[in-house]
């Protein structure tokens, strides 16, 4: 009877582990790894990513933007909160940044701007305790019939971390929104902004500079 219990215990235990290890995947089926390049390449706008693009009332830091039609704009690299964590898993926070260097001073970490709501650079990766307006999510979209369609979210508190930052829940879905030439990365709950993950090939990307 013991054994019994054990064994149902033991396959309850991995029946939890294997429902929160959900990982986000590229286009090809591989799961997002940390520190490797992807572009995020919209749903709205076929083959085109996402890049950066100046503000009118100051150069930097800079927004995050829709990149042109039918260009991959820039890749991004995904850094998940929990140091254990190879791999981007679906719902748990992390820093999303630019790896190539701007051409300004800031780091090129994501954050929302609060008073704008729209994301720039200058983020931090800092994992200190209390909210950070540069911790996102990324979640598939729709239901679990979509094929590896996801949105990205704004998570102030740690999620999926062995010590939660807060109690605050993900605050909304980035879209995007129109600034006088540019479709800029915002808080936008009602047009949520559904991309793909494509790993960058080294070949493709020196054909794109």
């Known amino acids: 009877m013991e054994f019994v219990l054990l064994l149902v215990f033991s ?3 991995t029946a939890r582990a294997a429902a929160a290890s959900n990982p986000v995947l590229d286009v090809d089926g591989n799961e997002l790894r940390r520190g490797n390049r992807y572009y995020a390449i919209s749903l709205r706008r076929p083959n085109s990513g996402l890049t950066l693009a100046a503000r009118s009332n100051a150069p930097c830091p800079l927004n995050v933007a829709q990149a042109p039609s039918k260009d991959y704009g820039r890749p991004l ?11 981007v898993q679906e719902g748990s926070t992390l820093n999303i940044m630019f790896p190539e260097p701007s051409e ?29 307006n540069s911790r996102f999510a ?15 979210e704004v998570c102030p508190c ?3 971390v062995s010590r ?3 109690r ?13 030439a540019n479709l800029l990365l915002n808080i936008n709950n009602e047009r949520p902004h559904t991309v793909r993950f494509v790993k960058v090939q080294e070949e493709l990307a020196a054909s794109r500079r």
């Open 158 to 160: 740690s999620i999926g």
């Open 104 to 132: 300004c001073r800031e780091s090129t970490v994501w954050t929302l701007g609060r008073e704008t709501g729209v994301v720039t650079t200058g983020g931090t990766s800092s994992s200190e305790i209390g909210p950070r």
């Open 77 to 87: 690299a995904f850094f998940p909160e929990n140091a254990d964590d190879d791999t």
């Open 168 to 180: 605050l829940a993900c605050v909304g879905s980035l879209g995007l929104t129109e600034d006088e």
């Open 138 to 152: 990324i979640r598939r979209a729709g239901d679990a019939s979509s094929k590896r369609e996801y949105q990205i």
């Open 164 to 166: 939660p930052s807060c």
């Open 11 to 13: 396959l309850l235990l």
